[in-house]
C-alpha cells in the first residue's frame, strides 16, 4: 500500500507512541484520523502531523465503548470518503500482582476493576475497532491493513495478569482477522514492543531505568520512532499478513 493520501485511524494518537506513528506516517503524506480521550492532546498531535506536511483530523472516543466507535467510524468516512488503515494502539495499564502472603495471611490483590478497566480498552477497545474498520472498508470496497498493538508482556509478566491477558487476546487476532478478512483485500499484522522511551520512563528512577536497561541484550530501550516505522514498513509491503513482528531487542520476559 502506497502511503501518500492513504487515510489511517491511530486510536490512542494523542501521545506517546501513537502520536510518533501520527507524524512518521504524516511525513509519508499519510491523511490521520486520530482518536482519543480528550480533545487537548488531538489537537497537540495534529497540529504535529500539520507541520510534518499532512492532514489530521481528531476525534473523541472511547475505544471500550460499542456506540462512540461506530460514531467515530462513520465520521471518519464521511470526512474522508475512504479507510485504508487502522493502528489499534490505545492502551493502559493497571498492573497488580494476583494474590500476596505476608505474615501468613493470604490477600487478594489484583482488584476485579483493575482486570476489567484493563480488558475493556486493550481487548474490547482492540475488537470493536477493529470490527468497525473492517465493516467500513469493506462498505467502500478499499483494500486496507490493521495493525494491533500488542507488548512484549503477551508472553506473560509477573504482575499483568490484565495487560498480558489482553496482549496475548490481540495477538490471537492477529490472524483470526488475517485469514478471514484476506478475501476482502485487508490484511492484518501485530507489533510487539519492549520497553520504549516515553515520558513515563523518562521519569523512572535513575537506578530502576539502569537496571532495566542492563537486563536488555541491545542495552537500550527501543525509540518511538523504531515502533512508527515497523508500522509504515508493514503498510508499504502488500505481503505481509496473519504474524505479529516483535521490537524488543532482543529482550524476553
Ligand atoms: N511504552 C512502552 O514501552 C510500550 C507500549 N506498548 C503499547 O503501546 C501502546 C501505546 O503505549 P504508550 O504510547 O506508551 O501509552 P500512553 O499511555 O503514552 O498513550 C496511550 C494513549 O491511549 C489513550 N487511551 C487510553 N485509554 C483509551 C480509551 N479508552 N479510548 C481511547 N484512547 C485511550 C490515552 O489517552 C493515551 O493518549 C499501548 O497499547 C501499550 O500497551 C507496548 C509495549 C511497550
Ligand atoms: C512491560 C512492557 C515492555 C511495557 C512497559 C511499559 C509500557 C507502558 O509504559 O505503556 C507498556 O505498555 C508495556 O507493555
Excluded: H
Excluded at 49 to 55: P, V
Excluded at 84 to 105: E, H, M
Excluded at 148 to 165: C, D, E, L
Excluded at 206 to 224: F, N, W
Amino acid at each position: 500500500m502506497k502511503l501518500q493520501d492513504s487515510v489511517i485511524a491511530i486510536t490512542g494518537s494523542g501521545q506517546g507512541l501513537g502520536r510518533a506513528m501520527a507524524e512518521y506516517l504524516a511525513a509519508k503524506g499519510a491523511r490521520l484520523a486520530l482518536i482519543d480521550l480528550t480533545p487537548e492532546k488531538l489537537a497537540e498531535t495534529a497540529e504535529a502531523c500539520k507541520t510534518a506536511g499532512s492532514e489530521a483530523k481528531t476525534y473523541v472516543c472511547n475505544v471500550a465503548k460499542e456506540d462512540e466507535v461506530e460514531q467515530t467510524f462513520a465520521a471518519i468516512l464521511k470526512d474522508f470518503g475512504q479507510l485504508n488503515g487502522l493502528v489499534n494502539n490505545a492502551g493502559i495499564l493497571r498492573d497488580s500482582l494476583l494474590v500476596k502472603v505476608k505474615d501468613g495471611q493470604i490477600a487478594k490483590r489484583m482488584e476485579l476493576s483493575q482486570w476489567q478497566a484493563v480488558i475493556d480498552v486493550n481487548l474490547t477497545g482492540v475488537f470493536l475497532c477493529g470490527r468497525e474498520a473492517a465493516t467500513q472498508m469493506i462498505k467502500n470496497d478499499s483494500k486496507g491493513v490493521i495493525i494491533n498493538i500488542a507488548s512484549i508482556s503477551r508472553a506473560g509478566n509477573m504482575g499483568q495478569s490484565n495487560y498480558s491477558a489482553a496482549k496475548a487476546g490481540v495477538s490471537a487476532l492477529v490472524p483470526v482477522w488475517a485469514k478471514e478478512l484476506a478475501r476482502y483485500g485487508i490484511r492484518c499484522m501485530g507489533i510487539a514492543p519492549g520497553f520504549v522511551g516515553t515520558e513515563m520512563t523518562e521519569s523512572m528512577r535513575p537506578d530502576v531505568l539502569e537496571k532495566l536497561i542492563a537486563s536488555i541484550p541491545l542495552k537500550r530501550m527501543g525509540t518511538p520512532e523504531e515502533i512508527a516505522s515497523t508500522v509504515a514498513f508493514i503498510f508499504e509491503n502488500d505481503y505481509l499478513s496473519g504474524r505479529m513482528i516483535e521490537v524488543d531487542g532482543a529482550l524476553r520476559i
